[in-house]
């Protein structure tokens, strides 16, 4: 049965699936900071999280090179280059002391978000459940509602340093979940977490036949000597995990799209089947190119880290002369903290702080239901641009009581 639209066109009557996911709040915002910066108006923009640091020089030069290589112009290999299998396997074997097989359990992919949405089309069934601690990055629960299936969504609670209490899920969640979400260095909240917590969340999925998903976009922005662990790293987790790998923030490539999914063979083998009908893999040029990253001396990302690191302090202590008393985060690029109370939601705030002080940011309700009631600043910009926008908070008279 077909129903045409308001427009009398039965074409536009869009797939009922596009409805299971919200957009409107980044579309309303996008839209307001378009008007303002049509006006001339300085935006500060710190709600994306998109690096704004220069891709590794290195990599620059061999897509220069590999630019000028007929053989990259052709489809490129269904399962990916050679090449970047094994310098990625190599590469998780020298962070994180892992063995991965790098014909069959390394993947490339044009970036984790792609990735995650494509796993979910090849394992989830309407009726399916996804547990997903949340707030959370949208992608961690958006594939799961494409497809059809529906999230639990597990608290990550300030209380908790946003850890999720694993033992509050209920045991008919465990036994209908298909899919188990994890995350750390996390976005949006920088926790971090300790090699335990994986090994519990190893034997809840072994126990319950779960596949564990573990996003390590932020593995490299660690500070204060915080080592983000790996799922691999927990004996037997290759029965049950795989683990999201991306180039967007490490190496400061969001736009070049490339990232790896790694672990169980035979997941890897589903997302293969998956995107076979899909799309044609990671362009031949970013994957040549970006192979080079992976010889990047692991100390080097110390400079990396730095910044961000300075760029944390300046937003945390500028905050604490607002009234704000938050933690410094051990992970990943974003400042989360509490609205204040005079606001009804976190869009309000967002709303003020565009409006009033022109500085864009994320509400927390955009990242889940325990993400209402916060928001997310981005450290996208210099140190400078970053004090400025604590001033301009100031000026309008935002503080926290
Ligand atoms: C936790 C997490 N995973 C994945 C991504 C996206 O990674 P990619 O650029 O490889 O799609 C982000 C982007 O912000 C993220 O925060």
């Given at each position: 049965m077909t129903t045409t639209s308001k427009h009398g066109k039965k074409f536009l009557k869009l797939a009922s699936r596009l409805g299971y996911v919200p957009s409107y709040i980044f579309a309303k915002l996008d839209a307001e900071k378009l008007k303002l910066s049509e006006k001339g108006i300085d935006v500060i923009d710190l709600s994306l999280g998109s690096p704004d640091l220069p891709s590794p020089e290195i990599v620059i030069k061999a897509c220069e090179k590999a630019l000028q290589d007929p053989t990259n112009y052709r489809y490129p290999p269904f399962w990916g280059q050679n090449k970047f299998k094994h310098a990625a396997a190599n590469w998780m074997k020298k962070r994180f002391s892992v063995e991965l097989d790098p014909e069959s359990e390394i993947f490339p992919l044009a970036g984790s978000k792609e990735g995650i949405a494509h796993l979910a089309l090849a394992l989830i069934d309407p009726g399916d459940v996804s547990i997903v601690p949340t707030p959370c990055y949208p992608a961690h629960s958006r594939g799961t509602?494409?497809?059809?299936?529906?999230?639990?969504?597990?608290?990550?609670?300030?209380?908790?340093?946003?850890?999720?209490?694993?033992?509050?899920?209920?045991?008919?969640?465990?036994?209908?979940a298909k899919m188990f979400f994890i995350s750390y260095p996390n976005n949006p909240t920088g926790a971090t977490c300790g090699i335990e917590l994986f090994e519990k969340l190893v034997h809840i999925c072994t126990k319950n036949e779960i596949l564990l998903i573990s996003d390590l976009a932020y593995s490299e922005l660690t500070f204060d000597g915080h080592v983000a662990p790996s799922i691999f790293q927990v004996k037997g987790a290759k029965d049950i995990a795989i683990e999201f790998h991306s180039f967007s923030k490490t190496y400061s490539m969001a736009g070049w799209r490339i990232a790896f999914v790694a672990g169980n063979p035979d997941i890897i083998k589903a997302?293969?089947?998956?995107?076979?009908?899909?799309?044609?893999?990671?362009?031949?040029?970013?994957?040549?190119?970006?192979?080079?990253?992976?010889?990047?001396?692991?100390?080097?990302?110390?400079k990396t880290r730095t910044i961000y690191k300075e760029r944390r302090d300046v937003v945390v202590d500028g905050l604490k002369e607002l009234g704000w008393n938050i933690k410094k985060p051990l992970g990943a690029m974003y400042i989360w903290f509490p609205v204040p109370k005079q606001y009804k939601t976190s869009f309000e705030f967002c709303s003020t702080l565009l409006e009033k002080a022109h500085v864009a940011t994320i509400p927390g309700g955009s990242f889940g239901t325990y993400g209402e009631g916060y928001i997310r600043i981005a450290l996208v910009d210099n140190k400078d641009r970053l004090k400025t926008a604590i001033q301009r908070m100031k000026q309008i008279g935002i503080y926290y009581k």
């Open positions: 509602l494409l497809a059809g299936g529906s999230v639990y969504e597990l608290p990550l609670l300030e209380k908790n340093n946003y850890l999720p209490d694993l033992d509050s899920i209920p045991q008919d969640i465990l036994d209908k997302m293969y089947e998956m995107k076979t009908h899909i799309d044609y893999g990671v362009c031949n040029i970013t994957q040549a190119a970006s192979i080079n990253a992976f010889d990047i001396p692991l100390s080097e990302h110390e």
